[in-house]
Nanobody, 123 residues
Framework: QVQLVESGGGSVQAGGSLRLSCAAS????????MGWFRQGPGKEREFVAQ????????YYADSVKGRFTISRDTAKNTVYLQMNSLKPEDTAVYYC????????????????WGQGIQVTVSS
């Protein structure tokens, strides 16, 4: 069992930055591929970014590539999402996710979800 708790959300103007954190409980954090998804108003939950167990394999959705950076700190059992050059279309509830599978690009592949945290970008 893994519990995920997000923090760092909030409101920011377009062009600004935020860093989301996701703290994982348990001693098996390093065995999970981690990622972030988001769900905007009236939209389906969509993939944002994922990072492998070792941190050497990273994928991003095209919509955030070059602006967002995912990273993980195994010693702190934490995964981060640095979000720069934010746009109003980035407004969403962001969810931390963990999977034991070799890939994490669809919500159906997620084993554990965080509770979600709001990010609002105003123009």
């Amino acid at each position: 069992q893994v519990q995920l708790v997000e923090s760092g959300g909030g409101s920011v103007q377009a062009g600004g930055s935020l860093r989301l954190s996701c703290a994982a409980s348990g001693r098996t954090f390093s065995t999970y591929r981690m990622g972030w998804f988001r769900q905007g108003p009236g939209k389906e939950r969509e993939f944002v970014a994922q990072i492998s167990r070792s941190g050497d394999s990273i994928y991003y959705a095209d919509s955030v590539k070059g602006r967002f950076t995912i990273s993980r700190d195994t010693a702190k059992n934490t995964v981060y999402l640095q979000m720069n050059s934010l746009k109003p279309e980035d407004t969403a509830v962001y969810y931390c996710a963990a999977t034991s599978r070799p890939i994490l690009v669809q919500a159906s592949l997620v084993d554990y979800w965080g509770q979600g945290i709001q990010v609002t970008v105003s123009s």
